[in-house]
C-alpha cells in the first residue's frame, strides 16, 4: 500500500487573511511563527516560511527554524527580511510585483489631494456641531493643477504616481538611482528628472516611493526637509523609515514645511500620543497602499504560488533578486 505523502509544513506569522488560508487549505500545515519565535525554545522543522505582515525574518530566525525550502512575502517589499541572510543559507525569496502597483499609486494620488484639499478636516468639521453655514473663506487648502510634484523613486509604482499626476495637470520631477529614459519619453514634456537637492528644492509635493535600503533609510530628515519649500507637502507611501520622524514632526510644528500625508511611519504604528497624530495639517492612513480587495486577492495567489513552487524545489514565480 502506498504511504500518504507528507503535507509540508510552513511557518507563517498568523492570523492570515481568509483568502489565503483558502488558498492553503489542504496544501500546507501551518505553523504559528510565535510559537518559533521564543528564543531558547526547541528548533523546529519546517519546509517553508511565509511573510503575511512584516515580521522580522533574519539568520538567528532561520537557523531555528530546520529545513526552510523557500520564504515567500505577501507584498512587494522585504525590508523586513534580511535578503543576505536568507541567501547565505541558500533560501530563495518571493515576493509580489506586478499587481498592487497601480493600487498603490491610486493611495498616493488619493493622499496628495486629501492633504491638499483638506478632506480628512472637511469631513470632521462637516460631521461636528460647528458645521452651521456654509462660509466661503474658510478651509482653503492648496491648488493641484499647475504644481510640481517630485517623486522620489522612479520604479513601477513612481511611474505610475507620475502618470496620474500628468493627468492632474501637474508637473513631475523625479529622482531615482537610475534614469528612467523609458519613462521620460512616455511622459514628456511633463516630467524630468532632477538631483535630489534641486527636486526637494523645486516641488510642492514631494512623494516617496522608493523601497527602504541602505541608502534610503532616514532620506528625508532635517537636512533634507530644510531644503523644501515651506508651502511644501510631504506623502510617504514607500516605508516609514525612509523618513526621520522626529525631524518630520519638528519642521511640521515649526511651519518648515506646510503638511505631511503618511500612509507608512516609523514606528508603526506610532505611538497614540505621537505629536505628528495631533496636527491638522498631517493626514495619516494604517499602510493602506495596495488594500483593495482585488489587489489583496492578487497578492495572495502570486505568493501562494511562490511558496508551491519553492516547496516543489522549482524556481519561485516572482523571485527577489539582491
Ligand atoms: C508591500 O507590498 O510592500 C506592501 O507594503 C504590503 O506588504
Known sequence: MSQPVPVPRVVADTPLDATIEGLLRGRVEVVALDSVRPEGSAPVEADGLYTYGHPTIDGALLDRIKGVKVISNYGVGVDHIRLADAEARGIPVGNTPGVLESTTADLGLALLLASARRIVEGDRYARSPEFVRYDPGYMLGREVHGKTLGIIGMGQIGARVARRAIAFEMTVLYHNRHRRKEVEAALAPSIAHAGLDDLLARSDYVMLCTPLTDETRGLIGEQTLAL?????????????????????????????????????????????????????????????????????????????ENLMAGLRGEPLVHPVTR
Open 228 to 304: 523644501m519649500k515651506p508651502s511644501a507637502t510631504l506623502i510617504n507611501i514607500a516605508r516609514g523609515a525612509v523618513v526621520d520622524t522626529e525631524a518630520l514632526a519638528r519642521a511640521l510644528l515649526d511651519g518648515r514645511i506646510a503638511a505631511a500625508a503618511l500612509d507608512v511611519t516609523d514606528p508603526e504604528p506610532l505611538p497614540r500620543d505621537h505629536p505628528l497624530l495631533t496636527l491638522p495639517q498631517v493626514v495619516i492612513t494604517p499602510h493602506l497602499g495596495s488594500a483593495t480587495a482585488e489587489t489583496r486577492r492578487r497578492m495572495a495567489e502570486v505568493s501562494v
